[in-house]
Structure formats: C-alpha cells, structure tokens
C-alpha cells in the first residue's frame, strides 16, 4: 500500500504541475482530465474497498465509503466520455446522480465509524443531529442555496433543485465533520484529520464550481479540478490509518455533550441577526428559529438527565453496593436528623448488629459465599426492619437499623432485626449481638448513641461466647490446676494485669476479652512438658529448650479445636515473639505480632519476675519495671510496657498510700 500511495502521490502532483504551470503542453489536456482525474478517483474509491474486504472490524462503513467515492467516480468518467464536449451541459444527468449518490452514502459511513466509537448512543443524540441540520440548512439557505436559486431563476425544477442538492450536501458533510471533532474533544487521531482535511477540501472545491459555473467563469483543468482527486486520496490514505474502535473511543462527557448544539445555536442566533439586517430570505429566517427552538429543547433534556445522574451519584454515595441497604453516611445522616425531631415522649432507637460466626465462615468457605450471605442477610433485614424504620450496612458484618418511634416498639424490633441476621447452613451458624439505645432518653448526640449502643453490643458479644468458649476455656483451666498449681495461679496473674493495660491501650472490648483469655491460657501447652524440664532447678539445655519453645505451638493446637477460641489460639502462638524478631516460633518483628500477643508478652514477663521461681528469688517490682523498660525495643513493644507500667502504678498506688 505505501508504494500505491507513492505512485498516487506522484501522478496527483504532476496533474497540479500540468494544471498550474502547464506541465506537458496542451497535448497532454485529456491525459491529466480524463485518465489521471479519473484514475486518481477510482484508486481512492477502491482503497475504501480493499480496506473493508481485508479487514472485519468496519467493513460496512468502508464499504460505503468506497461504494460512494466510486459512484462520484462514475459520474466523472460519465462527464469525461459524454458531455465534456458538449457547448451545454444537461442539468441533471447521470454524471449528477453518480455525484449525489457520493453524499448519503458517506453520511451513512461516518455515522457508522462515529457509533463505533461510542460507549452509548444516547436518544439526546437524534436531537443533537436534528439541530445540527436545522443549523446546516439555515447556513444553506443563506449562503448558498439563495445566490444559486438567484442564478438559476431561468431554469426549471430539476434543474434548481439539482444545483441546490451540491451546496446542502456539502454544508451537511461540513457539520457532521465538525460534530466529529467536536465529540472527539477537538483532538481527533491521525485518520479523522485525513478524512476531515480530504471532506473540507471536497466541500470547498464544490462550492467553488457552482459560483463558478453559474457566473460562467469556470475553467475545466484549471487547479480547481486537483482538489477533488487530493480530497479522494486522503480518504483513502484514511482507510489505512484508521486506529480500532476499541483504541479510539468517543466518551460524551462533559463539554463534548453541548459542543455541538452550542455551536448550533451560536450559529443560528448569527443567522437570524444577519437575516434581519440584511433580509437573506424567509427561508433562513425560519431555518434559523427553528435551530434555535430545538436548542432550547435540548437544554431542557440536559438539565434532565444531569438531575437524573446528580440524583443516582447522591444514592450511589449514600448506599451500599451489596446489599442496597444504606451506608454509614446515610445512617449518619438519618441519626441526625431524628435527633433534631425527637422528643421523649416519641423517642428513636438506634439499633447495632455484629455478625457471630461470619468471620469464620467467610475464611472457611470463601469471599464469594460470604458476600451472598451478606446479601441475604441485608435483604432480611430491610424487610424486617420495614415496619419501624430504616436499616443499613455500616462495613464489613455490621449492621444498623433506626426505628421511629423506638421506646413502643424495642422489643418488637430488636427480636425480628436479630431473627433476620440468623441463619444456619451446612457447617456454620451466623447469629447476631446487638447493642440498642434510645435518643433522645439515653443519648443526646450522634456520638453518645453509637458510642452506647456499640459498648452494649460488645458486652452482649462476649456474653453470647462464653457460653462456648468459657466453658472450654473452664475445662482447661480446670485440669492445669489439677496438675500444677501453681502454673494456674501465675496465668490468672498474667491475666489480671493484661485486662488492665489491654484496657489502657483502648483496646476494643472485643479485644479486651480476647486478652484475658489468651492471658490465662497462654501455657496450656505445658500440660505437653515433662515435668522435669518445667520444674528443673537449675537452666535449660538446648534440648530442653526446644521441648520448651514448642509448648506455644501445642497450645495453639489445643486451642484451635473450640471454633470460639480460635482468635485466641492465634495470640497464644505468638505471646513469646519478641519486638526485634528473636522470638519464637515464627521470629515475627514489630506490627506483624499481634497486639494482644505484645501485650501478654509483657504481663507474663513481669509476673515471672516478681514471682518465686525454684532457681532464683522474686524481683521487686520497680525491678521488673526497670527491666521491663531495659528490654523495650528489643524483647517488648515500648508502647505495651509504657501502657503497662501506667496501669499498674494506677492498681498499686492505693497500697503505696497506706
């Protein structure tokens, strides 16, 4: 294609030498008109078509495109065999039906490769093109199709009617031409500026022919006829340029949306000031008012469909995507303003749900599967939730629902909501905690009320798992005290301080519990240790060592048997890393140990200190403490000794006092 191009290039220069500077003598007239024109013109026409057989993607619109380029090209061959010697030229004539066939065919084209590139095409869209050629008629009328009407005044119809076709079809192909810039953002690919510079110069070698050859002035192989074979070859070049649809997308947003009919509208409002000072004609007049009219018509759908977006990018904002429940932001919203409109005697509850059971389930039988339940569960409780008030999803597996009015109704709306967030499947069962308050009665702001209902929640959340993870919690304190003592006693030391500094490092209550379970059951796997290693008088060989730093790892086994301790059997696995990642078993470092693991790190060590052990006596506890903060940054996280230091001189002082 690059050496056809080159070859169609060459020969269209040497039709400009001969026509401009009379290149190749006058003998060589009917050469450049007849077969170079015309040769010109068919390699353009079937470049379109070889581009549409070679290639799928747009074969219809370069087919079109071909076809009409083709059938301008018949007409000029026409022109060139039958009436090029003629004294007077038949308007209309085949050479003219083949020279309009060129226009619907290429508007049908361009249409074609513009919805191509469109994500959607829009029903505003037909609007936009009828005010474009409302527009493009009004221009017509006033700077075209009057002047040749006025030279043609002596023909008949056809005649008329066929010189006032050329003029309409080209200002139709300049504002479709314009419309695609414009819906391109004004920067279009390299194709569309070929295709777009081969159409203008096409248009405006058309327009001036008619003055031309109405005022009798046009001369035929003059440098008028080199515009319409360099229009046509930039078509074709365009054929082989053109980037895929899917690399060249027209998205109709922002300013692209009103360019066109902005453009129309200046453009009319124009019209209708010249026709008025200058009296072009009725025509115009009216063209022109009725551009005007539509654009007003499109202002209005504008206005509408930006009201439709404003109002589904307000619900997206304030929903959430999988349930369609509300948000946390819309909650917030409503919980504000019933806290304006409440009043004690007409009370609102607020309502906080925690799924039980979610986490375990989501992990065990994937995201998928918890997501569906999520969505049932959000279902469920939008129409449980129906008769009262509203529900939401605040994240995660947190749940709210705002009943109007509350204090009638408490126990009608917590017993369906929690109902409504139960189900059991095959090897799970989701229930819910809950935590409720009342506003204005019990909270008198937003904060206040999920502040309370969020510290009921958790209190009825630790409740609920004692009755599995107490009892096995109780099972096993119960046979390490049996066994040894003593080792009972030191966990529920350990476990006491954790509860304080977990406390003091605003741990949730979730997490507090957490702590003081993994605090007490922190050595269960001892039970595993002989005897005479845990109760040796003197230290450790390495072989004892490693049965020792294997009692982590046994303890979180035991553990991970009771589902309701598994996250505690996670921190007991950890509670000897160290800070610096010298620890064991898995040499975590730093933020990667869980907290609650740091934290009864540090509660155990200070208990060993300050308790009697076989080979060395008990440390005073400023001793410890002094130790403790020795230790901070490499054995103990400085932020769990600190707090853990303030909340026992907290529990020591009244002792100190007396």
């Known amino acids: 294609?690059?050496?056809?191009?080159?070859?169609?290039?060459?020969?269209?220069?040497?039709?400009?030498?001969?026509?401009?500077?009379?290149?190749?003598?006058?003998?060589?007239?009917?050469?450049?008109?007849?077969?170079?024109?015309?040769?010109?013109?068919?390699?353009?026409?079937?470049?379109?078509?070889?581009?549409?057989?070679?290639?799928?993607?747009?074969?219809?619109?370069?087919?079109?495109?071909?076809?009409?380029?083709?059938?301008?090209?018949?007409?000029?061959?026409?022109?060139?065999?039958?009436?090029?010697?003629?004294?007077?030229?038949?308007i209309p004539s085949l050479s003219d039906a083949g020279y309009l066939a060129f226009y619907p065919a290429t508007y049908v084209a361009l249409?074609?490769?513009?919805?191509?590139?469109?994500?959607?095409?829009r029903r505003s869209l037909w609007l936009d093109g009828a005010i474009a050629a409302l527009a493009v008629s009004a221009l017509a009328a006033a700077v075209a199709i009057e002047r040749v009407i006025e030279l043609s005044s002596s023909g008949d119809v056809l005649l008329v009617a066929t010189s006032v076709a050329y003029p309409v079809g080209d200002i139709v192909l300049l504002g479709i031409v314009v419309a695609v810039f414009g819906l391109s953002g004004w920067?279009?690919?390299?194709?569309?500026?070929?295709?777009?510079?081969?159409?203008?110069?096409?248009?405006g070698a058309d327009a001036v022919y008619l003055l031309q050859a109405a005022e009798g002035t046009y001369i035929e192989g003059g440098l008028l006829d080199t515009l319409w074979p360099a229009s046509a070859l930039l078509v074709g070049l365009a054929a082989w340029i053109q980037a895929p649809a899917r690399a060249e997308r027209f998205d109709l947003e922002g300013i692209r949306v009103v360019i066109v009919p902005a453009a129309c509208g200046m453009l009319a409002i124009a019209l209708a000031a010249a026709t008025d000072l200058t009296r072009l004609g009725d025509a115009t007049m009216s063209l022109s008012l009725a551009t005007l009219f539509l654009v007003t018509v499109r202002m209005g759908w504008a206005f509408r469909d930006n009201q439709r977006m404003l109002t589904h990018s307000r619900h997206e904002a304030r929903t959430d995507a999988l349930t369609g429940l509300g948000n946390r932001r819309r909650m917030m919203t409503e919980l504000e303003e019933a806290l304006l409109d409440a009043i004690p005697e007409h009370p609102s509850l607020v309502v906080l749900f925690d799924l039980d059971g979610f986490k375990n389930h989501n992990d065990t039988d994937g995201h998928p599967a918890g997501d569906?339940?999520?969505?049932?569960?959000?279902?469920?409780?939008?129409?449980?939730?129906?008769?009262?008030?509203?529900?939401?999803?605040?994240?995660?597996?947190?749940?709210?629902?705002?009943?109007?009015?509350?204090?009638?109704?408490?126990?009608?709306?917590?017993?369906?909501?929690?109902?409504?967030?139960?189900?059991?499947?095959?090897?799970?069962?989701?229930?819910?905690?809950?935590?409720s308050v009342l506003v204005p009665a019990e909270a008198a702001t937003v904060e206040e009320a999920l502040q309370l209902a969020d510290s009921r929640m958790y209190a009825q959340k630790g409740q609920g798992r004692a009755s599995a993870g107490r009892?096995?919690?109780?099972?096993?304190?119960?046979?390490?005290?049996?066994?040894?003592?003593?080792?009972?006693?030191?966990?529920?030391?350990?476990?006491?301080?954790?509860?304080?500094?977990?406390?003091?490092?605003?741990?949730?209550?979730?997490?507090?519990?957490?702590?003081?379970?993994?605090?007490?059951?922190?050595?269960?796997?001892?039970?595993?240790?002989?005897?005479?290693?845990?109760?040796?008088?003197?230290?450790?060989?390495?072989?004892?060592?490693?049965?020792?730093?294997?009692?982590?790892?046994?303890?979180?086994?035991?553990?991970?048997?009771?589902?309701?301790?598994?996250?505690?059997?996670?921190?007991?696995?950890?509670?000897?890393?160290?800070?610096?990642?010298?620890?064991?078993?898995?040499?975590?470092?730093?933020?990667?140990?869980?907290?609650?693991?740091?934290?009864?790190?540090?509660?155990?060590?200070?208990d060993a200190m300050t308790s009697e052990r076989p080979y060395r006596e008990a440390r005073s506890v400023e001793e410890a403490f002094a130790e403790l903060h020795r230790c901070a940054g490499t054995q103990f996280d400085p932020r769990v000794v600190e707090a853990f230091e303030t909340a026992m001189r907290r529990s020591l002082a009244p002792v100190s006092a007396v």
Not at 193 to 201: P, Y
Not at 562 to 587: C, F, I, K, N, Q
């Open 111 to 121: 249409a074609l490769l513009v919805r191509a590139r469109m994500p959607s095409f």
């Open 372 to 435: 569906d339940l999520l969505s049932r569960l959000g279902r469920r409780l939008a129409g449980a939730a129906l008769p009262y008030g509203s529900a939401f999803r605040l994240g995660g597996d947190e749940f709210c629902v705002l009943a109007r009015p509350g204090e009638t109704c408490r126990e009608a709306v917590v017993g369906a909501t929690v109902a409504a967030l139960t189900e059991t499947g095959e090897g799970f069962t989701i229930t819910a905690s809950e935590g």
């Open 1 to 90: 294609m690059i050496a056809a191009a080159i070859v169609a290039g060459l020969f269209w220069l040497a039709f400009v030498a001969h026509a401009g500077l009379g290149f190749g003598g006058p003998g060589m007239d009917r050469f450049f008109n007849a077969w170079v024109y015309n040769g010109l013109m068919l390699a353009a026409g079937v470049s379109c078509l070889l581009r549409a057989a070679l290639h799928r993607q747009e074969r219809a619109a370069w087919t079109l495109l071909g076809l009409g380029m083709l059938a301008w090209t018949a007409g000029d061959i026409y022109y060139s065999a039958a009436l090029s010697d003629l004294d007077e030229v038949p």
């Open 187 to 203: 920067l279009p690919g390299a194709a569309w500026i070929t295709i777009g510079i081969g159409l203008v110069l096409m248009a």
């Open 471 to 606: 009892q096995t919690r109780d099972v096993l304190l119960s046979t390490l005290r049996e066994r040894q003592p003593e080792l009972h006693a030191h966990l529920q030391g350990v476990a006491d301080t954790a509860v304080a500094a977990a406390r003091e490092l605003k741990m949730t209550p979730e997490e507090v519990d957490e702590v003081s379970r993994a605090a007490e059951l922190h050595d269960v796997g001892k039970m595993a240790i002989p005897d005479a290693i845990l109760q040796k008088p003197g230290p450790l060989d390495e072989e004892e060592w490693a049965f020792m730093r294997g009692h982590t790892i046994i303890g979180e086994r035991i553990l991970a048997a009771a589902p309701a301790l598994m996250p505690v059997a996670a921190l007991v696995r950890s509670s000897h890393e160290h800070w610096d990642g010298t620890g064991y078993p898995d040499g975590l470092a730093g933020e990667d140990i869980p907290l609650g693991a740091r934290v009864v790190g540090v509660c155990d060590a200070f």
